[in-house]
């Protein structure tokens, strides 16, 4: 035996608490692959065990004692980066028959890495085998889906198992897991100098005694090739060991040390197979005292025995698929797993009384923009893992969804593969029946659904989501039948679906992921980008995030084994490698454009070379390649719609906008709706899409054949867009006029700027209104003008009502206007009247002033007589008479002043008095009499207002 690494020895020599990877305890082994130990462990984080796990160690040096003390080199750079890579690839492959990876532990320092595996406990097909013999059939058929399935996703992910073999298939509680893996870049050793490496020669191999099958092909390396007489063997130094085990070993590998590939583990497929139903490997021939193991079958210089000579109760269509598996070259064999699978599942279905034949050739493998059904499913290629994920999802969960984006694939995935594998038992033995029920909900998901349901539940239109349930239930008892419900295009529920038809279906969905009820299941299909507002929908969130299963589009490496594949199925191959490489390249650039490449290549199929059985290079440049094919093909119906017929354009563009929904996802509508919307130019549009295979027929009318036509077309694409705006408003339009319809009085008709817009959608014409929004347009319009005149009666009255009391108002605001008016002009009469007298007290004053003047010189009684009378005079006052003697008459009353003022100081004694002249404005009078005997006074002039 060659030792392991010397990094994994070192650590397996550690103490029992020390021998540690990672969080992984290693406790005790549980075998050995090649060089790579296999322990069982225990994962803990902080003293607490999170679970147990089988872990599988790989050296990052170079195995075997040859490289000891030498140091790192490129090479072994590369090889340590190789390990890791594959390792991390590994970890990335899912499916219910593949044994779950953990996590990959790294212990740089000792150069160790592990793959941390789920631990499966069951039992393994060699002990079944060691304690049956051989299997049935059915037994064989079934556990030879689930590894092809299994080797399908293995092989998808670029990876190849190199050991299957029944001691690495263990049956867990029904279902067949592949445990084991290797790496295959652990398992080479760091290659020596160029020149120390030979050409291999292709082994001879001697017969062996039986009792080395199952041996290791480090067994064989270590010697088992030279035994025998005339055996001749390659240089195992500079090849490094064989990875596998004797019996099961590719006889490539094991005669020319070629790589392993995928058909490797085919032909190791085969070999189980054959054990399975002849209860011996296929190398083991009838010997003197025994079996002895053929070195010729070993080593591919001769075929195995036909599986009927050995086991002659096989089916034959599974014997002869089995010798293929075994034939010693690989290019005589299967080469993708897919294919075997999906073989073996047509056994199983004529070996149940149900034989299929594939769709005819004029059909072809491919669907172009439409699904793939159930009638599809043996030319329905690339999706096995996907398949059985759905299927494992569906075994624990009552509902599964499919989430995926647009074009991923979604509805052909579950109508083609997941429906038909659940109606074959992949969900166990009981029921042993199953139905299929398939709805797209659309504006009525209720009626949707019990539609659906009728056929097998009579009354399930009358019935509420909890008695639908109940009755699934006893039926699925009652008649041991199953029922498998799918509901395509969940995203509707979101869209176009009734409030009441949501409500309903959500409902219903929620009852049933209760609990997986045995004999009852549900698939639905979802679009990735309508998750938030499904998730939005109450309780539905939780089961969709429970039971999703991610969809995503189909790589470029894996179209081209599809389209081998599908072609294959036919007879037919491509032209020429340089073709393959070609449509390599352009389906690199459009891989995830699934529908468009589907349609690429039915647009290529159909351009097929039927005499010489081949595709063409010049088929593929009639369509005009792979990428741009639907937009041409599209663009070229519309182009020939048009031509010569006035008004198709317009006609066309209606059709399709009314097949679409304003976010932007496919609708359904009934021929007689489109006709009556878009006229004969309408319906003869609607046939011309759907001869161009643009438009299908969908359960109540018709819809665009895939949403990719929205993402791929340009023109529609704009179309939609532009169109965008108004036919939200329409959308809103007539669910307003349908609440209205339903119920005047609780819908308020639209008024101001939401009725003008209305208005103007229905005048332009471009989209319908339907007689309803119409109706409920005109109610809004009519109580516009009522609210109108009932504000103008309103206005009038005000008015009416308000003039008695503005005519009184206005007589009165006039009467004050006048009497302020007359104030005013009384004020200024008044003003100049006051102006007046001044300026006749200033001119009296003057000339009092100068007469003053003139009577300082000549201050006799005479002259100042003469100057009283002068005065007089001017002042108009009538001449007094002579005074006469006597004693003086008592002077008037003196007239009362304007103002108080204090009285002058008395005149000092000896001084010359003044004149005083008092003059009475408003009443004239002569002075009194003066005494002769009284001094000369001085002259003062009063004014009185």
């Known amino acids: 035996m060659i030792p392991v690494a010397p990094s994994i020895a070192r650590l397996l020599e550690r103490p029992d608490p020390e021998r540690r990877l990672g969080p992984f305890l290693l406790i005790e082994p549980l075998g050995r692959g090649g060089f790579a130990p296999v322990w069982l462990a225990r ?93 049935t059939a ?160 070993l080593d591919g210089r001769a075929r195995p025995p036909p599986l009927l000579e050995v086991a002659p109760g096989a089916p034959r269509a599974l014997a002869r698929l089995v010798d293929a598996l075994l034939s010693p070259e690989r290019r005589d064999r299967p080469a993708w797993a897919e294919p075997v699978a999906i073989a073996l599942e047509q056994i199983r279905g004529e070996l149940a009384g149900g034989e299929r034949a594939l769709p005819p050739e004029s059909v072809g493998p491919f669907r172009g923009l439409g699904r793939f059904d159930e009638a599809d499913r043996d030319v329905y290629f690339g999706r ?159 089961v969709l995030v429970r039971g999703s299963v991610l969809i995503e589009p189909i790589s470029e490496l894996a179209w081209v084994a599809v389209l081998e594949q599908a072609l294959a199925a036919y007879g037919y191959t491509l032209e020429d490698d340089a073709l393959k490489e070609e449509l390599t390249a352009e389906l690199k650039e459009a891989a995830s454009a699934m529908p468009l490449v589907q349609f690429a290549l039915t647009e290529l199929w159909d351009k097929r070379d039927a005499l010489n059985k081949k595709v063409t290079r010049a088929g593929l440049r009639a369509i005009g390649g792979i990428a741009g094919a639907l937009e041409r093909h599209a663009d070229a119906t519309l182009r020939a719609l048009a031509e010569g017929r006035p008004g198709a354009a317009e006609a066309a563009r209606a059709v399709l906008l009314a097949l679409t929904t ?55 694409r704009a179309w939609v867009a532009e169109a965008r705006e108004d036919r939200l408003l329409a959308e809103e339009l007539e669910r307003d006029a349908a609440r209205w319809g339903a119920s005047p009085r609780d819908a308020t008709p639209w008024r101001g ?56 108002y206005l007589r009165e605001v006039r009467a004050r206007e006048a009497e302020v008016l007359a104030a005013l002009r009384k004020e200024q009469a008044s003003r100049e009247l006051a102006e007046e007298q001044t300026r006749n007290v200033q001119k009296a004053q003057d000339r009092i002033d100068q007469l003053l003047r003139d009577l300082a010189d000549s201050p006799t009684k005479e002259a100042v007589l003469a100057l009283q009378e002068q005065i007089r005079q001017r002042a108009g006052a009538p001449p007094s008479a002579p005074a006469p003697r006597g004693p003086a008459a008592p002077p008037p009353p003196a007239a009362p002043a304007p103002r108080d003022e204090p009285p002058g100081p008395a005149p000092a004694a000896g001084a010359r008095p003044g004149l005083r002249v008092e003059t009475d404005w408003a009443e004239s009078g002569p002075p009194p009499a003066q005494p002769s005997a009284a001094p000369r006074p001085a002259l003062d002039v009063e004014t009185t207002w």
């Open 138 to 297: 059915a037994e064989t058929l079934d556990l030879g889906i689930a590894i092809a399935s299994a080797l399908a996703a293995v092989h998808r992910a670029g990876l190849v198992h190199r050991d299957v073999k029944p001691a690495n298939i263990v049956d867990a509680a029904g279902v067949y897991k592949l445990i084991d893996f290797g790496i295959a870049a652990a398992d080479a050793p760091i290659p020596r100098a160029p020149a120390a490496v030979r050409e291999p020669e292709r082994a001879r191999l001697a017969d062996l005694p039986h009792a080395l099958v199952r041996s290791s092909g480090t067994t064989l390396a270590a010697g088992i090739l030279s035994a025998g007489a005339g055996a001749t063997a390659a240089p195992t130094d500079a090849l490094g060991p064989i990875f596998g085990t004797l019996g099961y070993i590719d006889p490539v590998v094991l005669a020319t040390r070629a790589p392993a590939a995928p058909a490797s583990d085919l032909y190791a497929l085969g070999a189980t197979l054959f054990e399975c139903l002849a209860g011996r490997v296929p190398a083991a021939l009838p010997a003197a005292g025994g079996l002895s193991l053929s070195g010729e079958i």
């Open 662 to 716: 304003p976010q932007g996802t496919r609708a359904t509508r009934a021929r007689a709706e489109l006709a009556r919307g878009a006229g004969s130019a309408g319906e003869e549009a609607l046939e011309a899409f759907e001869r161009a295979r643009l438009v299908v027929a969908a359960d109540g009318g018709v819809t665009l054949a895939h949403e990719s036509l929205l993402a791929r077309w340009e023109r529609l």
């Open 384 to 542: 096995r893992s996907e398949v059985a994920a759905a299927v494992e999802m569906l075994r624990s969960r009552g509902v599964a969804a499919l989430v995926g984006p647009s074009g991923s694939g979604k509805s052909s995935l579950a109508r083609a593969g997941v429906l038909p594998a659940v109606g074959e038992g992949a969900l166990g033995a009981w029921p042993p029946r199953w139905d299929r029920a398939v709805a797209e909900p659309g504006a009525d998901p209720r009626a949707a659904v019990t539609a659906a349901l009728s056929p097998f539940l009579p009354r399930a239109p009358g019935l509420l989501p909890e008695e639908i349930v109940a009755a699934l239930t006893a039926r699925a008892q009652a008649e041991e039948r199953g029922l498998i419900l799918l509901l395509d295009q969940l995203e509707e529920l979101a869209t176009v679906a009734s409030p009441d038809g949501r409500e309903f279906t959500v409902a219903l969905l929620c009852r049933l992921a209760e609990h997986a009820i045995p004999g009852v299941r549900v698939l639905v299909t979802a679009r990735r980008d309508w998750l938030d507002p499904l998730l939005a929908l109450g309780p539905l969130g939780k």
């Open 43 to 135: 994962e803990s984080y902080g003293g607490t065990e999170l679970r147990t796990a089988a872990v599988k160690l790989f050296a990052l040096d170079a195995p075997g004692p040859d490289l000891a003390g030498r140091g790192p080199s490129p090479a072994a750079a590369l090889r340590r980066r190789s390990v890791i890579e594959e390792a991390r690839l590994l970890c990335q492959v899912e499916h219910p028959s593949v044994v779950r990876f953990y996590a990959l532990p790294v212990d740089e320092e000792h150069g160790v890495i592990g793959l941390a595996m789920e631990h499966v406990a069951g039992v393994s097909l060699d002990r079944t085998l060691a304690a049956r013999g051989t299997l």
């Open 753 to 808: 700027r939401r009725l003008a817009f209305g208005e103007a959608l229905r005048r332009r014409g471009d989209l319908r209104v339907s007689p309803r929004a119409a109706a409920f347009l005109d109610a809004g319009r009519r109580a516009e003008r009522r609210a109108a005149l009932l504000g103008a009666g309103a206005v009038a009255a005000v008015v009416l009502a308000s003039a008695g009391f503005g005519a009184a």
